[in-house]
């Protein structure tokens, strides 16, 4: 099975910003497409980014041009990359892993990825 372990969270002020990592265990790795989802208290988790196996990317809307996600197949590790950070995007952050080939348009439900990290906490203050 996959694993996944994010990292590079924590607190940094509006306007700053901060570089998540989701690394992943297994061989295969870059024939799956990773997503990042986020989750505000009392919010429903939300889809954020997601790169395919092919390196086609996805943003939501409200990250677009602020956020970028990469992804370093020889390391097996998923990027995202955010700037401009805002109050609104404190929230904890994971990544996820599915299948990419098994698709052919970007994976945007959390209930289309198989595989979860635990989180990373992202809080931007004001």
């Known amino acids: 099975q996959v694993q996944l372990v994010e990292s590079g969270g924590g607190l940094v002020q509006a306007g700053g910003s901060l570089r998540l990592s989701c690394a992943a265990s297994?061989?295969?790795?870059?024939?799956?497409?990773v997503g990042w989802f986020r989750q505000a208290p009392g919010k429903e988790r939300e889809f954020v980014a997601a790169?395919?196996?092919?390196?086609?990317?996805r943003y939501a809307d409200s990250v677009k041009g602020r956020f970028t996600i990469s992804r370093d197949n020889a390391k097996n590790t998923v990027y995202l990359q955010m700037n401009s950070l805002q109050p609104e995007d404190t929230a904890v952050f994971s990544c996820a892993a599915a299948l990419g080939r098994s698709t052919t348009y970007s994976r945007v439900g959390a209930y289309e990825y198989d595989y979860w990290g635990q989180g990373t906490q992202v809080t931007v203050s004001s």
């Open positions: 297994g061989r295969t790795f870059s024939s799956y497409d």
């Open positions: 790169i395919r196996w092919s390196g086609t990317t």
